[in-house]
């Protein structure tokens, strides 16, 4: 008895985390639209980041947009990752017509879809950043 109890209860903790587990990785893509113009970036841990010429005030998110903890105050705009454990990738499509400072740390790529106009751009890595 004990034996079936004890296989009967891993088995629906597995089943349980796993649901939990595939409801987080979902991946989709999300426009999201921002209230005020920034002119810094800050990005921690596992994000990957494109740099655009889009519309100063939108943003897209490809992979689940849940684990993406963003804050945007004084013109600066920091990014970070809810659950750092997980691997699901998420990419971030920011513009970057008004930015002048990017501060990277932990290990995620910063890249641009195009070559950019606005040359005024200092980069600061730390961590595994990879540009």
Do not use: W
């Amino acid at each position: 008895m004990k034996p079936t109890f004890f296989f009967l209860c891993l088995l629906l903790s597995s089943l349980s985390f796993s649901a939990f587990a595939q409801k987080i990785t979902q991946s989709e893509t999300k426009v999201i639209q921002l209230k005020e113009v920034f002119t810094s970036l800050s990005i921690d841990e596992g994000i990957d980041i494109v740099l655009t010429e889009n519309k100063a005030g939108e943003m897209l998110v490809e992979g689940n947009a849940k684990l993406l903890d963003m804050r945007l105050a004084d013109g600066h705009l920091s990014l970070a990752k809810k659950y750092t454990g997980l691997s699901s990738p998420l990419k971030v499509y920011v513009p970057a017509n008004y930015l002048t400072k990017i501060f990277m740390n932990g290990n995620g790529m910063l890249s641009s879809s195009t070559a950019l106009s606005n040359h005024r751009i200092k980069i600061l890595l730390a961590g595994e950043a990879r540009v």
